[in-house]
């Protein structure tokens, strides 16, 4: 069976349960190697199924919000006491160095606020708590903010999937096409910040000329 469809939102959602949606909200959060999960799409797949039925909305809802931010604590733990590794880690299938480095660049550019920022940033979301640990962000102030970015970003996700399943009838038919402009929305935000370092870098050698 192909990767793309193991990771397809509605398979995971259908073949895991609520159950399996929190875990893997849990492990894109905080643990390095969850980045390729699709947490914006899982959770308003999941959603879309609750308003159908086939999900129980409040357990979804609770399980998904205290699994973001448990999830952000443990890579932020993680951040303590090792995430200087990834750092000097080699490329494998399940990570690439340049994940920490966009990270840190975002970072360097938002600050604290970053923590709450980087849950609508695939990827980013994955390595930001790492990071905060690895710069030893005060924790009281880390998890204020892992604690917002978990409520909005989880409840946010929810919430429209929920509203849109109820007010269409039979949306789950449409789920595949919705879920592809959430995905693609999603990486807006990476693609601008990706444009911006390239348009800054180019700056930066138009005026340091050899």
Request: proline content about 4%; aromatic content about 14%; glycine content about 10%.
């Given at each position: ?172 038919k449409y789920a595949t096409p919705i879920i592809i402009v959430i995905i693609a929305i999603s990486m807006l935000p990476g693609l601008f910040e990706y444009a911006r370092s390239r ?12």
């Open positions: 069976m192909h990767l793309s469809y193991l990771l397809d939102p509605l398979f995971l959602v259908k073949t895991l349960g609520t159950a399996g949606v929190i875990a893997i909200i849990f492990a894109e959060s905080g643990l390095f190697f969850g980045f390729f999960f699709p947490g914006d799409s899982l959770l308003f797949t999941a959603a879309l199924l609750a308003a159908e039925g086939y999900l129980p909305l409040w357990p979804l809802l609770i399980g998904c919000v205290l699994a973001a931010i448990a999830g952000d604590s443990v890579g932020y733990a993680f951040g303590v006491k090792a995430g200087h590794k990834l750092f000097i880690r080699e490329d494998s299938l399940f990570f690439r160095r340049s994940f920490v480095e966009r990270t840190q660049t975002f970072y360097q550019k938002h600050g604290k606020k970053t923590v709450v920022l980087a849950r609508f940033i695939p990827i980013v979301r994955t390595f930001a708590p790492i990071l905060a640990g690895v710069g030893k962000m005060n924790y009281s102030v880390f998890l204020s903010y892992n604690v917002a970015g978990g409520l909005i970003w989880s409840v946010g996700n929810i919430t429209l999937g929920y509203v849109l399943g109820r007010t269409i009838p039979n949306i789950d348009r800054a870098n180019r700056s930066g050698a138009d005026n340091n000329p050899r």
